[in-house]
């Protein structure tokens, strides 16, 4: 029910913040990182506005959506925008940038995944497995994604949210046919991340 954007009390101006820093230090180049979902929030205004501002402090932008499950077993999608003083660098310069291309190996949950039975507490209670699961299927029938994700361990997870623990949107590991899944710990969630 919280506002998004511009129009959030508490986070909406969160950029014209940042604007006001890179136009006091003046970075040569830096780089700024969102939820793909920023440039087509408010029908695109909001990136329009982000665009300007940073046209008028003198940067010249460059921006791709980059999913993190090239590097990492977690498909999380965001944008990329890096930017470049125009009177610090040419024009040949700045054009000669490029966006890193994704590694050749594929990272898989395992991958991330303690090499020994985690501590019990990360397993999921009968009640608890039986709640997520009514949650999810609440909001199917609502035709929204809220609930768990069973994730597959050769495979990559959906996006660790910020309420991972929270709301029952959480990554769960498998665990063997006769036992419930788990959570994962905060070291996987750390190199889920890419710490």
């Known amino acids: 029910?919280?506002?998004?954007?511009?129009?959030?009390?508490?986070?909406?101006?969160l950029f014209f913040d940042v604007a006001r820093l890179i136009e006091h230090h003046r970075p040569k180049a830096f780089l700024l990182e969102n939820v793909k979902n920023l440039m087509s929030h408010d029908k695109g205004n909001t990136w329009r506005v982000i665009m300007e501002s940073l046209d008028e402090l003198g940067?010249?932008?460059?921006?791709?959506?980059i999913d993190a499950q090239a590097w990492v077993p977690q498909h999380r999608e965001r944008v990329f925008i890096v930017c470049f003083d125009r009177s610090a660098f040419t024009a040949a310069e700045i054009g000669a940038f490029r966006f890193p291309k994704p590694p050749a190996k594929q990272h898989r949950l395992?991958?991330?995944?303690?090499?020994?039975?985690p501590d019990q507490k990360y397993m999921l209670t009968d009640h608890l497995?039986?709640?997520?699961?009514?949650?999810?299927?609440?909001?199917?029938?609502?035709?929204?994604?809220?609930?768990f994700g069973l994730a597959s361990r050769g495979g990559v997870t959906r996006t660790l949210s910020a309420?991972?623990?929270?709301d029952g949107s959480?990554?769960?590991?498998?665990?063997?046919?006769?036992?419930?899944?788990?959570?994962?710990?905060?070291?996987e969630a750390a190199r889920l991340m890419g710490f």
Do not use: M
């Not at 506002?3 to 101006?13: I, K, L, N, S, V």
């Not at 395992?110 to 039975?117: H, I, Q």
């Not at 497995?129 to 609930?147: I, T």
């Open 163 to 166: 309420r991972y623990y929270k």
């Open 129 to 147: 497995w039986r709640y997520l699961r009514n949650y999810a299927e609440k909001h199917q029938a609502k035709g929204n994604g809220f609930g």
């Open 1 to 13: 029910g919280r506002p998004h954007g511009f129009r959030c009390d508490a986070q909406g101006t």
């Open 170 to 187: 959480e990554i769960l590991v498998p665990q063997p046919e006769w036992r419930n899944p788990r959570r994962l710990t905060p070291a």
């Open 110 to 117: 395992e991958d991330v995944l303690e090499p020994e039975a």
């Open 59 to 65: 940067y010249e932008v460059r921006s791709e959506i």
